[in-house]
């Protein structure tokens, strides 16, 4: 956002230019901290960063004295019509900057580009990263492969640079109880590999061939977190030297690739616990980096595709809609919230672009503009939600020819998923919910008698909807459970306590709850299936838990 002085400093300054309080010559001489202290008595503290800022910016110019008119202007707001009357003595300069003047740092318009003040020294290493970066980069080939060592090279040293900059900038001040709602989130999410089935199964369903050799990749990510090594670097050095990152296509269509953190894992802080910091940096680096890989993957197909359909994949009018397919395939979706929106939003559901992106899938992208006027986004959408509802409705069949229990009714909790005894297992990676949701909130038909039904997952029994009889349930009340129930563990405590009831509807305890802030998912399902003689086999229900195909117990 453009830097405006407000009226009152502008005022100010305008005085001390017809003053010849402001000399330029002197200003040119200064260093930047005297500099900024200097028109700090003129525009006060909180302003003199940007003015000094912008003022360092037009020293850089090779025209210094229309760079410094064009400073004074800027900051002043003046009319061409006054400009000789202020600035008679900016205009009158015969001596520029010399290459010795140009060669000092100019911290404040360095803090500016950064965001974060730097040292001289800290700078200097910028500058040399940067530009030892940009020599990898040129000696890249262009018919270089994916992932050749020129590529490799070139895509190290730039993630370094990354690095760099980002510890300079230092953690992301975040209130109190974002924080703590973001380490709760991330201690329950961990010790599983759990993408490729949940977020991941889209891609799956859709585009197998793509997918498989991803899988494969997640248990190399998990072996050498493990061992204390840092696979992420070498995931990311090859999705920021791919051809599509180098010619900007990635960036127009606004894939995903750069994410720090994913969704489940919006804290750092386990990292810290001793006995588990291992584990935990083992099921983040698997899932950030399966998930990255996979939708670089799929955006270099749907690039291809675009640019074969005749398509400008540079320009962002045209790659945005395939780019917003790329991110909800694999379980990010658009949810067009600020930086400062969607970490609250976060801090207080589970996984809302998780939500979003099963929603975008199960519509075709139907509401999104950008997707609905690309042709090419319009049919891979389609094509994608006939894929996904032709394999799921294949995988049901099978497993109820193999004698396995499968509810086919979507007005069933129990639809989209496969059962042994108490236990059912979510195949359709969190979609299923909002399929049954969908079901409830439209007059359907049973027995002959229209209305609002759901059917129990427990009994089996078909219960009507909005009867008007005291006590009866409506689809709202469907609606509102649905949204209370993907809480983040913080929140859903909260919510707990105000009902005195736990999910289940039994009375709340308050030490299984607040142990239920930092206990992992597959520890609480194992406890679960621990105690449950009715549960499916212990070892196999846990594995396909860490996997991802989510375990919900009906107790009949």
Known sequence: MAFCLPRFESEKMLAALRGGKIVPEKLMNMSSAERRSYFEEIVGKENAPEVN?????????????????????????IKEVTRKDILSNIERMEKVLTPENERAFLNDLAAKKLGTEVTFEEATS?????????EAKDAVPADSPVRSKERMDYGTKLVNLQEFVNQLKGAEKVGKIEAFAGATKSLVATLDN???????????????????????????????????QDPMLLVRADILSRPNALNGKYEAMKADLGVKMEEPFPSAFPEKIPVIRRLFKASENAFTGTALRMRADYADQLIAKGEAYGLDMKNPANAVGLGRIANAITGRGYIGLTKEQARATNALFFSVRFFKSNWQTLTAHLFDPMVRKNPVARKEAAMNLAKIIGTTAAILWIAKQSGLDVETDTRSTKFGQVCYNDSCFDITGGMRGIVTLASRMVPTEHNGKWGWWSKSAASGKYNQLSTGKFGALDPLDY?????????????????????????????????KATLGLFTPISIQTGTQLWNNPDSAPFIASMILEGLGFGLTQYKK
């Open 53 to 77: 800022a912008l003022f360092e910016q037009k020293l850089l110019l090779k025209d210094q004295k229309r760079g410094l008119v064009s400073w004074a202007k800027q900051i002043t707001g």
């Open 126 to 134: 910028i500058a040399k990263m940067s530009k030892e970066a940009a």
């Open 479 to 511: 609606l509102f459970s649905f949204g209370l129930g993907k809480l983040s563990p913080a929140a859903g405590l909260f919510r707990d306590v105000l009902k005195q009831e736990d999910y289940k509807g039994d009375k709340i305890d308050y030490t």
């Open 194 to 228: 759990s993408f490729q089935f949940r977020q991941g199964i889209k891609l799956l369903y859709t585009h197998p061939t793509m997918w498989f050799p991803a899988f494969l990749k997640s248990w190399r990510l998990v072996k050498d977190s493990l061992m204390g």
